[in-house]
């Protein structure tokens, strides 16, 4: 199985340790950032969904190596990020329903609100919460299909990596999808990511460590590079993210770059309050997640209401205050259940007691949410979950003091499948 490596003992497996929670800390921020305002220039400063799927596939590859038995593994993310889920779902399924459902699916397709294997239905009012969800069905995939994926891994490492690319660019050029639009968004997400899964695998068994940093630094400049590059040659496609090719092969690069490196983090560590936020947002970052979009959605029609268009040219702080004290309402409320599925003591706000929050050993994640990797009898893990998502469009922002409108979002080139 895969090993950790003499390089991650003692010390250097600490700071690699709150090196992920940082990192899954700046993926969960700059998600809720892109929600309320959706810039492109977001998505490619810092491409959350790949980083994620990276970090996650390397506490995967630990988890498995950990564990005599990769059902065990899989059960035990699945009790770690459904609850969560199920939550949810228990507020807006009946929400959608009482709403009215404008083009209401078979009652057996909201299997998927239990088990999110593809994307779970909702109607025009629930769509915003539900859109961000591709992510978890993805991350589900990807953990159900990781024993293959090792074992090809093994066997030929580049090749293993580069295939779901090369995959992606054949059906792009010779399409051979099933009719259903949604196995095929469930096909694309899941090679288009599965590279940077696999990077994980390379980082957590030492090879990425083992080739020269100026080497992995040229290859991820490259890479990165050659997706704008494709971007920018076709502009008619409306984005990068509307090229799955190119977009692999862009966070691919990121990734490479980013889990090459394992800076030391006692910058972090010696300073208590910045470390006490990186540990409470890890804590709760499946909440966040989840829940985000819908406070966002929410601090529009509530901000027309408090009439925050008085504010004038600050009526923008005004909206952004209101979807925060919403979004740590649900977290303040609903974030328990993530320690109930990690069978910890229940806390309405997980802050760190005292001491800097640095592990000893890999940190596991439930979603973006980290907790301490359980002994080899307990391999009970869980892996990452955020991504960035396009919004729908939400009510007309105002451009000058009057009367209500709300914003609009700007548009970023959504996917035509969504991802």
Not at 79 to 100: C, H, Q
Not at 293 to 304: K, W
Not at 342 to 348: D, E, T, Y
């Amino acid at each position: 199985m895969i090993e950790t490596g003499p390089a991650e003992a003692g010390p250097v497996a600490k700071r690699r340790d709150r090196y992920f929670d940082l990192l899954r800390v700046l993926a969960i921020v700059r998600v809720s950032v892109f929600h309320m305002f959706p810039y492109a220039l977001l998505e490619l400063a810092f491409p959350s969904m790949g980083v994620m799927f990276a970090l996650a596939g390397s506490l995967m590859a630990n988890s498995l190596d950990r564990s005599p038995s990769a059902i065990t593994v899989m059960r035990g993310r699945l009790r770690r990020l459904l609850p969560a889920y199920w939550v949810l779902a228990a507020v807006l399924v009946p929400a959608m329903f009482l709403y009215g459902w404008e083009e209401r699916p078979p009652l057996w397709h909201l299997v998927a609100w239990i088990v999110p294997f593809v994307d779970p239905p909702s109607s025009s009012f629930g769509m915003q919460a539900a859109e961000v969800l591709w992510y978890l069905v993805t991350y589900l995939w990807l953990v159900a299909l990781s024993p293959i994926m090792i074992w090809l891994y093994r066997r030929a490492r580049l090749a293993a990596i580069v295939a779901p690319i090369v995959v992606l660019l054949a059906l792009s050029v010779h399409p051979i999808w099933p009719a259903n639009e949604n196995y095929q968004e469930v096909a694309t997400n899941i090679l288009m990511y599965a590279s940077c899964w696999m990077i994980g695998f390379a980082h957590r068994d030492g090879s990425l460590k083992k080739i020269p940093g100026l080497l992995v630094t040229v290859l991820g400049a490259a890479l990165v590079t050659g997706g704008l590059a494709w971007s920018w040659a076709h502009p008619d496609a409306g984005g990068i993210k509307e090229i799955p090719v190119a977009y692999a092969v862009y966070n691919a690069g990121f990734v490479l770059f980013l889990l090459r490196w394992s800076p030391a983090m006692t910058w972090l560590t010696k300073r208590r309050g910045l470390d006490g936020w990186v540990t409470m947002i890890n804590a709760r970052a499946v909440t966040i997640y989840l829940w985000n979009n819908i406070a966002i959605a929410l601090c529009y029609p509530i901000g027309d209401a408090l009439e925050v268009w008085r504010l004038g040219r600050f009526f923008e702080i005004g909206y952004v205050t209101i979807a925060l004290v919403l979004l740590v309402n649900a977290v303040l409320i609903l974030g328990w259940v993530e320690d109930l599925a990690a069978r910890k003591r229940l806390r309405f706000l997980p802050w760190p007691n005292s001491g800097p929050a640095a592990v000893a050993g890999p940190a596991a994640v439930v979603g973006p949410a980290a907790v301490n990797e359980p002994a080899a009898s307990k391999p009970d893990l869980t892996a990452t979950v955020v991504a960035p998502m396009p919004l729908q469009p939400v009510p007309a922002r105002p451009t000058r003091p009057g009367a209500p409108s709300g914003r609009a979002a700007v548009p970023v080139g959504a996917p035509p499948r969504r991802r």
